[in-house]
């Protein structure tokens, strides 16, 4: 009898101490809300408390065990770096979506946006030239990978854009050379620039200082060529008069 209620008393010690400690007890079958976290991560993120909205889509990321909701975390932590000017960290996460979810249907999009941080970059021919070429690898890789993406209408437009950069980047420096007087060095440039960018819209000017170029340096039939060149094909172009006097004057002599 006394051992009973020596156990008793000991169950009655027990429980007081479980409810005097202050503590609530962790109830190991509550369910993280993933949906409900990943919309108030987003709140942030329209907020444009990017930090905040990073930690957030980080947690759902990292305890959405479903997947649903963790590439598209992955997703917003990217698109958040662009909103915030930081290029070279928005390609990171967008290629860590690559390397963890390759298959996703969202992977064009992360391979676009590559592709657009890059071109966002282009500024002037001066400065432009390293951000379009890097945007035209990007937009070639979408196109090549994704033949069916949901940009098809507006790749060709800006993978033209990043050619015209280019080439017009290679016409400046033939330019450069030409008015300095390395008449050798700009031919060099212009030829290139026209065997690389055939449909550059800058052609008339190139033909017509590549003809200049081959005048100084002596050349005559090659300047006549190219000289004739611009006359066929760009005919009401500004420099067509320049070129006829160039053409006629070389003819006399």
């Not at 033949?147 to 290679?170: F, G, L, Q, V, W």
């Amino acid at each position: 009898m006394k051992q009973s209620r020596l156990h008793f008393f000991f169950l009655i010690l027990i429980v007081l101490t479980a409810s005097c400690s202050g503590k609530q007890a962790v109830n190991p079958q509550e369910k993280y809300d993933v949906e409900k976290s990943f919309e108030k991560a987003n709140v942030q993120f329209e907020k444009k408390n990017y930090e905040e909205a990073r930690a957030a889509f980080l947690e759902v990321k990292n305890r959405d065990l479903s997947r649903k909701f963790a590439p598209l975390a992955q997703l917003k932590i990217a698109d958040s770096y662009v909103q915030e000017d930081e290029p070279e960290r928005a390609v990171a996460e967008y290629q860590r979506f690559f390397e963890t979810y390759p298959d996703h249907q969202y992977a064009s999009y992360a391979q676009y946006q590559i592709a657009m941080v890059y071109f966002n970059q282009i500024e002037s021919p001066e400065r432009g030239y390293s951000g379009a070429a890097k945007a035209l690898v990007e937009f070639e890789k979408l196109k090549q990978m994704f033949p069916r993406n949901p940009y098809k209408d507006i790749i060709d437009i800006k993978i033209e854009k990043c050619r015209n950069t280019m080439a017009e980047y290679e016409y400046l420096v033939g330019a450069f050379y030409y008015k300095k007087g390395s008449f050798m060095a700009a031919v060099g440039r212009f030829d290139g620039l026209m065997k690389k960018y055939p449909a550059y819209r800058g052609e008339a000017d190139v033909l017509f200082y590549s003809g200049m170029s081959y005048k100084n340096l002596g050349q005559k039939e090659k300047a006549s060529d190219f000289f004739a060149r611009l006359i066929e094909k760009h005919p009401n172009n500004k420099l067509v008069n320049d070129a006829k006097k160039e053409l006629s004057s070389i003819n006399r002599k």
